[in-house]
């Protein structure tokens, strides 16, 4: 029994890489069609926005010879092949899969309507989002709440390499304790960076509760998707 029936799942460019600091895994593409294949079997409807961060991060270039808005139009294009590799990876599992994108670019991807997606959506397809919102000065973070908003999603699954939201890095602090449960003001009075400022304004807004949790780790997945405490939820 799912207790979401549409979600938009946010993987990070990074997350694909695997252990690589760059590229893409094929490994681990397999392992999260799985994981998606499980839920969307189940009857959960799935839209995901994956980063570029693998490929090329336009804050990155700034100072080496890249200005802000060549630098993150490279970084939606990053999104656009990440998205493709997703696409193949969900096919290969034997899922429909679309990818539809913020600037056009067809035969490449379909361009983007909220209509569109939520027509494929209710037709059984996994809905890969590429290109970020389509403008430079946003994130894939923000581009992730924002079709969340527009697809009427229940909620927003962010997958990170960590179990949830602590009161520090985890990986760096021994002593970091792990939140269960916060709201979107006590996230944001304790300055917990859960994902950027305008992405976390966009989701407090229109209340479209956040779950961030490890997604390297079989069935989290599932597991949120059906209702158990996995993570850390915030709303």
């Known amino acids: 029994m799912v207790k979401y029936k549409r979600i ?34 189940a009857g959960t409807q799935v839209a995901v926005v994956v980063g570029g961060g693998n490929i090329f991060r336009g804050l990155e270039g700034i100072g080496k010879g890249f200005d802000r808005v060549r630098g993150d139009s490279m970084g939606m294009l990053a999104t656009v092949i990440n998205s493709i590799a997703v696409q193949c990876a969900l096919e290969s599992a ?6 539809l994108t913020s600037i056009r670019m067809e035969p490449v991807g379909e361009y983007y309507s909220s209509a569109k997606a939520i027509k494929y959506l209710e037709e059984g397809y996994v809905t890969i989002i590429a290109g970020g919102t389509g403008n430079p000065y946003f994130t894939t973070d923000s581009a992730a709440a924002l079709r969340g908003i527009e697809l009427k999603a229940d909620i927003l699954l962010k997958g990170t390499r960590v179990n949830g939201v602590y009161t520090a890095d985890p990986e760096k602090d021994p002593n970091a304790l792990k939140y269960d449960s916060l709201s979107f003001d006590e996230a944001y009075g304790k300055g917990l960076k859960i994902m950027d400022l305008t992405a976390f304004s966009l989701c407090r807004e229109n209340a479209l509760p956040i779950i961030v949790f490890n997604i390297n780790m079989a069935g989290n997945l599932r597991k949120a998707v059906s209702g158990e405490l996995v993570g850390t939820i915030i709303e």
């Open 8 to 41: 938009l799942l946010k993987m990070s460019g990074e997350s694909i890489a695997g252990r690589n600091d760059s590229g893409i895994s094929s490994e681990i593409l397999s392992c999260y069609s799985s994981e998606i294949a499980q839920v969307v079997k």
């Open 94 to 99: 034997g899922l429909k899969a679309v990818v």
